[in-house]
């Protein structure tokens, strides 16, 4: 069964470095999202991107957060400059064309220090 | 805007036991409907989810859903769980009327099922 995969599994770097945390959704795919979970809290929507483009972003996702499509298979989160509140479980999702369901990935651990 | 409420943070339930997990939301417009499940040191996983038609839906391991209108609630239930069953299951929403679909998720139950 196809599924979304993220790599890394766990991050940890220096608050104010850059990090990329990478995804590969399901292949047949067209809408990606990330969300995050800080420990403790809920899941919450970061951003959606359709069609090379992002379709929608939260409040969170402010002028540190960028994503880009770089080929035809991955999607990629960057974090400009991490902050000590950035440290979270960072998912990646995506689902079709004709469907509403997401399909998540694991998750990767984001630990700034 | 929408928002989603699960109204316990914990439920532990013996083996075999019965469990409901309990979601309202709030929407000014109409949803779609799912619940997904964290397994321990995993992604979230869909077990259900409401589009339209019947209002009680199925899902994997057991799992069913009724989709109330009136009372904005998409409860949880499993008839007998097992000790497989034990992770956090989250509610979560998304505004038909909006292509993106972004998910607006409930804050989890974490179920705990003991022997």
């Given amino acids: 069964e196809p599924e979304v995969t993220q790599t890394p599994s766990h991050q940890v770097t220096q608050m104010g470095q850059e990090v990329i945390l990478r995804c590969v959704p399901i292949s047949n795919h067209l809408y990606f999202y990330w969300y995050r979970q800080i420990l403790g809290q809920k899941v919450e929507f970061l951003v959606s991107f359709y069609n090379n483009e992002i379709s929608e972003k939260s409040e969170i996702f402010d002028d540190q ?49 | ?18 469990v409901e997990l309990r979601c309202n939301y709030s929407s000014s417009v109409s949803v779609y409907l799912f619940w997904y499940v964290q397994y321990p040191n995993q992604g979230l996983q869909l077990l259900l989810k409401y589009l339209s038609g019947s209002t009680l839906v ?58």
Avoid: W
């Fill in chain 1, 65 to 113: 957060f960028s994503v880009e499509r770089p080929d035809g298979s991955n999607f990629t989160l960057k974090i400009r400059s991490t902050k000590l509140e950035d440290s979270a479980m960072y998912f990646c999702a995506s689902r079709g064309q004709a469907t509403y369901e997401q399909y998540f990935g694991p998750g990767t651990r984001l630990t700034v220090t």
């Fill in chain 2, 1 to 18: 805007a929408q928002s989603v409420t699960q109204l316990d943070s914990q439920v532990p339930v013996f083996e075999e036991a019965p």
């Fill in chain 2, 58 to 115: 199925k899902g994997i391991n057991g799992f069913e859903a009724e989709f109330n209108k009136s009372q904005t609630s998409f409860h949880l239930r499993k008839p007998s769980v097992h000790i497989s069953d034990t992770a956090e299951y989250f509610c979560a929403v998304s505004d038909r009327n909006n292509q993106g679909g972004k998910l607006i998720f409930g804050q989890g139950t974490e179920l705990s099922v003991k022997p």
